[in-house]
Structures are given as C-alpha cells and as structure tokens.
C-alpha cells in the first residue's frame, strides 16, 4: 500500500477552521435565498431585467482597413 506525501507545512488548524465556517456559511446563505419566494422572485426579476432583450444588438458598422505606410527598417552596425 503506498504511503501519503508528507506535507512539511500543514496549514494550521484554526485556518482550516475558519475556511470551513465559510463555506458552510456561504452554502447556508444560498439555500435561505433559493428557499425564501421574495428572494427567488427578485432574482427572476433581476435575471429578466438582464437577458430580457427581445431585440438584437445593432450590428456595428463595418470599418474596412486601410494600408498602412510601407514599415522600414534600419540596421545599426
């Protein structure tokens, strides 16, 4: 059976703490907003209001390129 990496720094156990208090805490903050209606019904709306454009965009115009002046190029010797 092989043997783990050993790690020579691990990270110190309150970091570890305070890492998981925040992920839990995110986790937990949007299960209360997709369970709450008034919180799903303002997120519909702001996702309405974003993508609701029923219209295109108006393409821009198109810009044909022009040459440009002839580069040169000078050896320094």
Do not use: C, D
């Not at 691990?10 to 998981?20: A, D, E, I, K, S």
């Not at 997709?34 to 919180?39: E, Q």
């Amino acid at each position: 059976m092989p043997k783990l990496l050993n790690i020579s720094n691990p990270p110190h156990p309150r970091t570890v703490y305070w890492t998981l208090v925040a992920a839990g805490s995110g986790v937990l903050l949007l299960a209360g907003l997709t369970l709450n209606p008034s919180a799903s019904g303002w997120i519909s709306e702001a996702a309405q209001a974003e993508f609701a454009s029923s219209m295109p965009a108006e393409p821009a115009p198109v810009q044909i390129a022009q040459p440009v002046a002839k580069v040169r190029t000078v050896r320094a010797e």
